[in-house]
């Protein structure tokens, strides 16, 4: 890749890791593979932080506003969404002549870690399709929106079922899928019908276009 890009495009190696439980005796579980990110031109300068769920503290203080000090000889509470907290809380802090602000809910936890937790498809996952290396749907939507923006071209040039096809239509993206195979083909037009109600019309060819 260091050949193909050159080293200094390299961003990140980034570790998928799932769950996955076989009998291994003589080895360590290999539950993981690697992402190589490098970035080069326009799209090098794309990189769009994502959040996740909030955490356990904001969901707590969803529930209960958060205290900030006093203003104008008044005490301040803030929150988030006011349809979250009990009316008879809400009526409390009027009876003690609390301020109430009102702030945007927060965005959840910043998914900037390297390792990234996401399940293998397992046999009842309802996103297979039965394409043999079909990645899952959550982590190619992951790789597409943290370095493209929409109207964004999107090139995979081994798509095998569209998994990064669709991430891209989802994204607004524009988006171009490649594979060699015949029954890739087939289940990228299956898919864009079922999840994208798009008919297009695939076309298998062996030539080189
Ligand atoms: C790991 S799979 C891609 C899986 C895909 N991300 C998905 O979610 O379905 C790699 C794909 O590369 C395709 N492939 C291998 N050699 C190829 C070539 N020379 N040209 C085009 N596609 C090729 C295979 O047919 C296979 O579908």
């Given at each position: 890749?260091?050949?193909?890009?050159?080293?200094?495009?390299?961003?990140?190696?980034?570790?998928?890791?799932?769950?996955?439980?076989?009998?291994?005796?003589?080895?360590?579980?290999?539950?993981?593979?690697?992402?190589?990110?490098y970035a080069n031109g326009p799209a090098a300068k794309t990189f769009?932080?994502?959040?996740?769920?909030?955490?356990?503290?904001?969901?707590?203080?969803?529930?209960?506003?958060?205290?900030?000090?006093?203003?104008?000889?008044?005490?301040?509470?803030?929150?988030?969404?006011?349809?979250?907290?009990?009316?008879?809380?809400?009526?409390?802090?009027?009876?003690?002549?609390?301020?109430?602000?009102?702030?945007?809910?927060?965005?959840?936890?910043?998914?900037?870690?390297?390792?990234?937790?996401?399940?293998?498809?397992?046999?009842?996952?309802?996103?297979?399709?039965?394409?043999?290396?079909?990645?899952?749907?959550?982590?190619?939507?992951?790789?597409?929106?943290?370095s493209s923006n929409?109207?964004d071209?999107?090139?995979?040039?081994?798509?095998?079922?569209?998994?990064?096809?669709?991430?891209?239509?989802?994204?607004?993206?524009?988006?171009?899928?490649?594979?060699?195979?015949?029954?890739?083909?087939?289940?990228?037009?299956?898919?864009?019908?079922?999840?994208?109600?798009?008919?297009?019309?695939?076309?298998?060819?062996?030539?080189?276009?």
């Amino acid at each position: 890749m260091d050949c193909i890009f050159g080293e200094d495009l390299f961003r990140n190696e980034i570790v998928w890791w799932y769950e996955k439980w076989t009998d291994t005796s003589r080895f360590f579980q290999r539950n993981h593979d690697i992402v190589l990110f490098y970035a080069n031109g326009p799209a090098a300068k794309t990189f769009t932080k994502l959040y996740g769920s909030l955490t356990d503290r904001q969901v707590a203080l969803m529930k209960t506003g958060y205290n900030l000090g006093s203003s104008g000889g008044k005490d301040i509470v803030r929150v988030y969404d006011r349809s979250k907290i009990p009316q008879s809380t809400i009526n409390g802090w009027k009876a003690a002549n609390r301020a109430i602000y009102d702030v945007p809910t927060p965005k959840g936890k910043a998914m900037l870690p390297s390792v990234w937790p996401i399940p293998v498809l397992n046999s009842q996952a309802k996103e297979r399709t039965g394409y043999p290396t079909q990645k899952p749907h959550a982590l190619l939507h992951r790789v597409v929106s943290a370095s493209s923006n929409k109207n964004d071209m999107i090139l995979d040039p081994f798509c095998g079922c569209a998994t990064i096809c669709i991430a891209a239509e989802e994204l607004q993206c524009q988006w171009i899928g490649i594979d060699i195979g015949e029954k890739a083909t087939e289940l990228a037009q299956m898919r864009m019908r079922e999840h994208l109600g798009m008919l297009y019309d695939g076309n298998h060819r062996t030539d080189i276009p």
